[in-house]
């Protein structure tokens, strides 16, 4: 009964299918160990992995050095956002803070919120696009900008609620 050359061919192509299972599951396997894995943060906001600042020389100027950000780095400055606004409005950041020179905004309000760069445009906002945060979640957000000593934000949908960072030491 093996000798039948149609059960030969039937037992080479399941053998080769089981091959390749096995293969696609071991490959799955090696990949998803590449994944980092978020653990709880009771709490704390954290900083992304590997996030990079530049830090400035004694002079002012531009140092050739960076800073690793560790990603359990908790931001002792966190601005929340709720109905009433920012708070706090004003935040000053100094690349020796544990995140450096991000900044965190929790949206503690009911509807995704939407950070812009003033003055308010509704055909596009001049600055990055720093995306939605939505309602209970935190952005981190780099709001650097070379020339500037400081920055004045707002939020959507309302433009009128707006803060301002101050760039410190290390963040010009």
């Given at each position: 009964?093996?000798?039948?050359?149609?059960?030969?061919?039937?037992i080479?192509?399941?053998a080769?299918?089981?091959?390749?299972?096995?293969?696609?599951?071991?490959?799955?396997?090696?990949l998803?160990?590449?994944?980092?894995?978020?653990?709880?943060?009771?709490?704390?906001?954290l900083?992304?992995?590997?996030?990079?600042?530049?830090?400035?020389?004694?002079?002012?100027?531009?140092?050739?050095?960076?800073?690793?950000?560790?990603?359990?780095?908790?931001?002792?400055?966190?601005?929340?956002?709720?109905?009433?606004?920012?708070?706090?409005?004003?935040?000053?950041?100094?690349?020796?803070?544990?995140?450096?020179?991000?900044?965190?905004?929790?949206?503690?309000?009911?509807?995704?919120?939407?950070?812009?760069?003033?003055?308010?445009?509704?055909?596009?906002?001049?600055?990055?696009?720093?995306?939605?945060?939505?309602?209970?979640?935190?952005?981190?957000?780099?709001?650097?900008?070379?020339?500037?000593?400081?920055?004045s934000?707002?939020?959507?949908?309302?433009?009128?609620?707006?803060?301002?960072?101050?760039?410190?030491?290390?963040?010009?």
């Amino acid at each position: 009964m093996l000798a039948d050359p149609q059960n030969k061919k039937l037992i080479i192509f399941f053998a080769g299918l089981i091959g390749v299972a096995i293969v696609l599951v071991l490959g799955v396997n090696f990949l998803l160990k590449l994944v980092p894995v978020e653990e709880e943060s009771s709490g704390r906001i954290l900083a992304p992995p590997e996030a990079k600042v530049r830090l400035e020389g004694p002079d002012g100027k531009e140092a050739p050095v960076y800073r690793i950000i560790e990603p359990d780095a908790a931001d002792t400055r966190p601005i929340t956002y709720t109905a009433a606004g920012f708070s706090p409005s004003l935040v000053t950041i100094r690349a020796s803070d544990p995140i450096g020179c991000l900044i965190t905004v929790i949206n503690r309000s009911s509807a995704p919120i939407r950070v812009g760069v003033n003055p308010h445009n509704p055909a596009g906002d001049p600055g990055a696009n720093y995306g939605e945060t939505p309602p209970g979640q935190t952005g981190i957000l780099d709001v650097r900008y070379p020339g500037l000593t400081e920055i004045s934000l707002h939020g959507h949908p309302n433009v009128a609620h707006e803060f301002r960072v101050i760039y410190g030491q290390g963040c010009r």
